[in-house]
Every structure is written in C-alpha cells, then in structure tokens.
C-alpha cells in the first residue's frame, strides 16, 4: 500500500460542509465516490486535515489516503479531476511515507477570511466573501489583532458547542488587508477550534464599526465565555487556505 | 406615468436566460414578480436592452418600466432589491422622458468575455469564466481582431439561428488585456448579433492556439457563411458589460 498526501480546492457553496452526513452531499462524499470508482468498487477511505463547514471554501484543503494502485503520484490529480465534480479540484498529490497523517502531522493551518464592503450587494460576490457596507476602522481591528495573537485560552472565541476540552491555541500572525473596497483578513494558526475564525472575524469587524475596543477584545479572551464575544461571522467568507506539514 | 430607467447586474448562473419563457426561471420574471409585489399585484411589464442567454452574466444591463407610483428615483434599488433574490442587484435608477427606450435608445454597448488559462480548473472560476489552458499568441489575436474593426456583415459571427435579416454592425473596438493568467476581450459596438460576442471569442481565441491565422479571419468575414468562422465560446465567460445612451 502507497499512502497519497492531496491538495485539494472546492467552492463550498453547494455542499453541507466537508465530511460525510447521511443523506447530504459532501465534499468527503464526492472524492470518496470517485475513489471508489478509480478502484473499481472498492471502498477508499480519505483524512483530512480537519472539517469545514456547510457554505466554507478551501484552497488548500490536505487529505491521504491508502492505495494499493500504481499510479504515479503527478497523475492523481489529472485521475481524481476526471471523476470529480467541477467544484472539486485536486491541485496537487505526492507519495509520504505511512506515517503521515494529515491532521497529526499539520503544524500550522492558513484560513483567510473575506469581506467586501461596496454600498451595494454584488452578485457575483454573495458565495464568496461577507457583504458589509459599513465604515471600518482597520487600524482598530490591527490593535485589537495584536491581543488576539499568541498562546491564549479562546473559549470565548469557539462555538459553545465545542467537544474539545483544551481550549488553549497559539496564533501567530493575523493579517488584515484593505484593497478595492474588500478587507480580506489572514489567520496563521497551530490550530483552530470549532467556528474559531469566523467568531474572530465577526468579532474584529465589531471593533472596526466601534461596537467594541481593542481594548475590550483583551476583556472578552479572559471572560473564557462565548457570550462575552462578538458575532460568529457567515460562512461564505471563509477558505481554509493552506496547511502546513 | 413616470418612465424609470434601471441598471442591473446579474449573475446569470442560476437562470435560464434574461427573457421570460413557460416555466422557466428567467431574470425578467424574478424583476417582474418584484414589481407586482411593489405595485400591490399589479402586472409591470419591463423591457430590457436585449437578451442575454442562460448562463450569461450581466454587469451593467439596462431595463425600463412605467409606474404610477410617487417613490423617489435614488430609493428604487432599495425598493426593488429588498424583494430580489441575490443573484440580482438594482445598482442604480433614475427617471427619464416617455420617449426613453432602452433598446431602442442605446447607441452602443459593451460586452466583456473572460478567459483563465491555468493549467487546473479553479473551482471558484468555473461559472464566471471560460477554462483555456493553453498558450496563447496574444499579439495574433490582436492583428486578428483588426480585422473585425469597423462596419461589416457579421454573417459568419452570429448563429444561423439569427432571424434579423439586416446582419451589418460596427465594433468600435475590441480590447484584449492579459493579467495573472487571465485573458479579457472587450467589444464595443453599435449593436450585436445573437451569439456574436461568443463567436467573436471563441474564434479569436483558436487564433490564439494556431488553429487560424488573422488572415483567415479577414476571408470568414468575407465568407459570409457561420461555418467559415470559430467554436461558439461557452456561456459562462460572457458578461453584459455597459449600455451607452
């Protein structure tokens, strides 16, 4: 067996998320259907780097999987996009030895966060990045990043319904750009709990409109509650954007 | 009755094209049944400066309609886009004169078609542009394209389908800019046939890749015969850019 580390990209507009439900059609659905065709019937399972969400989007998403076929590793991605939906590509593949593993071996994850913020509604836009057409602040959301980053307890930065008990994560650089009426900002991470970025996005646009200080967002990391936070931003703004091995 | 002149922009993804047809869903139905709502039920016929195919994007369409209702012009794309899906914005209003006609009126309009050539598909792409990943001989294209230029029978550029006798036109100019892997043409003209800017593109582009040379295509306009010229290019490149008045 050949372990077969992908990079892969999907508009996470038309799925419920990443990983399989019954009855719904998921990206870990589609490249496992397609597997299974490649190895003519036979149940190819893959792993993750970690899940997204219904609406999210990835760049960079990473997965392996086992393969008893020979093919050559450049020619997985021209294989898989055969069989694979258009909104499902596979940028890249390798072999790694048996004891990669994409979640395990990930030591940093890149997600970017997109919004745009244009009077009016763009069409062309609504799957793909956050509508929001109010004056912001970026230097204030910059002091307020500054707070954000380094090893912290973000339990009020999670969903409530995290299942992880260790809330504790070390961020290492949040990057917020201004260009054309769009805000895109870029988290770096050794990694992310449930709805993490998008609670941290939702909450560093409130600082940018004034709802909230920089000086606040220190206050809402030592409250350890989810309530003391801002709005879990929408998922269409979001692309997982690189992991990092 | 006051005449009101409206700009929309649309992603024309979800439609089966601009024009009402039985049982479809088309985007003059969707602003229709918007202005009915407005107008308490009350039927609002719009005209449009032309069609667009199913699949064909618009940036700056225009449309007009009679109604007897007092709302100020600049609150018309509030009004109307609060009972719009998405995928349609109203990006400005204005009132004109009875003698106003949005087709009949334009003195030219502005097509784009966009192209990306990376050599894997990029599923954020796949419905806002043609995927050509090919090399491409922008300057043949760009002698090519001057031969287009100017008062001609576009016969050979529009599909045999067409059912206006009269296929002379003048294109003004045909731009082609090249970024980051992305090729868009921009036609200006006094008008254009059906399935023109396709033609137009999906020729010019096989003049790219060598198929043709930008002689050929000085004798396809000679021919005056749609199977002397290009493939039609697919829709989803093709975007309804500016209407001039």
């Given at each position: 067996m050949q372990r077969i580390k992908c990079t892969v990209a999907y508009d996470g507009t038309p799925f419920a998320g990443y990983q399989v439900q019954p009855g719904k059609r998921t990206v870990q659905l589609e490249i496992e259907k397609a597997l299974r065709e490649i190895h003519k019937g036979e149940d190819v399972k893959i792993t993750a780097s970690g899940r997204t969400d219904a609406g999210v989007h990835a760049k960079g998403q990473v997965f392996h999987f086992d393969t008893g076929l020979s093919i050559p590793e450049e020619k997985w991605p021209t294989v898989l996009n055969s069989k694979l939906p258009p909104e499902i590509v596979l940028t890249w593949a390798e072999k790694v030895s048996g004891d990669f593993h994409s979640r395990f071996s990930a030591v940093k994850k890149e997600y970017r966060y997109c919004v745009y913020q244009n009077q009016a509604a763009d069409p062309f836009k609504r799957h793909f990045a956050l509508h929001y057409p109010f004056q912001i602040n970026i230097e204030e959301m910059r002091n307020a990043a500054e707070y954000l980053i380094g090893e912290h307890d973000f339990t009020s930065f999670c969903s409530a319904k995290t299942e992880v008990a260790d809330k504790v994560r070390t961020i290492y650089s949040i990057g917020i750009e201004e260009a054309e009426e769009e805000i895109t900002f870029s988290y770096i991470g050794n990694g992310f709990l449930y709805n993490m970025v998008r609670i941290l996005s939702g909450t560093l646009l409130e600082v940018g409109r004034g709802k909230y200080t920089a000086d606040d967002v220190r206050g809402m990391l030592e409250a350890a509650?989810?309530?003391?936070a801002g709005k879990t931003a929408a998922p269409q703004g979001l692309y997982l954007w690189k992991v990092y091995y």
């Open positions: 509650d989810r309530g003391a």
